[in-house]
C-alpha cells in the first residue's frame, strides 16, 4: 500500500509555470506506475500522463503533452507534474495517483491509489 501526498499547488499567472510534487509517504513509489489527473468544478476527472515504473515510458492526453512534462525520481519517493504555459483553463484540483496493475493509461478505474489533490489556480 502506498499514501500520496501532492504539493506545488498555487496561484500563478497566464502564461506561468508551476511544478506539482507527489510523494509517497508511506510505501515505494518504483513499485507503482504512476498518473496525474486533474477536476475542474463541476467535470469530470481527467487524465494528463502516465509514468512507468523506471520512468523509461511516459504516456499523454493528447491536449497535454505540449506543455505538461510527467517525470519521477524514484530515489526520492517522488512523482512530478511540470506545468508550463499556464492558461485560465488549467484551473482545477490535480491528482496524483498510483497503481501496481496495467490497466487504460487514462482510466480512473486503473488506479487504486490517490492523493488528497492540490489546487491550481491560474489567473487572467
Known amino acids: 500500500q502506498v499514501q500520496l501526498v501532492e504539493s506545488g499547488g498555487g496561484l500563478v499567472e497566464a502564461g506561468g509555470s508551476l511544478r506539482l510534487s507527489c510523494a509517497a509517504s508511506e510505501g515505494t513509489l518504483s513499485d507503482y506506475r504512476m498518473a496525474w489527473f486533474r477536476q475542474a468544478p463541476g467535470l469530470e476527472r481527467k487524465w494528463i500522463a502516465t509514468i512507468s515504473k523506471s520512468g523509461g515510458n511516459t504516456y499523454y492526453a493528447d491536449s497535454m503533452k505540449d506543455r505538461f512534462t510527467i517525470s519521477r525520481e524514484n530515489a526520492k519517493n517522488t512523482a512530478y507534474l511540470q506545468m508550463n504555459i499556464l492558461r485560465p483553463e488549467d484551473t482545477a484540483v490535480y491528482y496524483c495517483?498510483?497503481?501496481?496493475?496495467?490497466?487504460?493509461?487514462?482510466?480512473?478505474?486503473?488506479?487504486?491509489?490517490w492523493g488528497q489533490g492540490t489546487q491550481v489556480t491560474v489567473s487572467a
Open positions: 495517483a498510483a497503481t501496481l496493475g496495467y490497466g487504460l493509461h487514462g482510466s480512473v478505474r486503473s488506479y487504486d491509489y
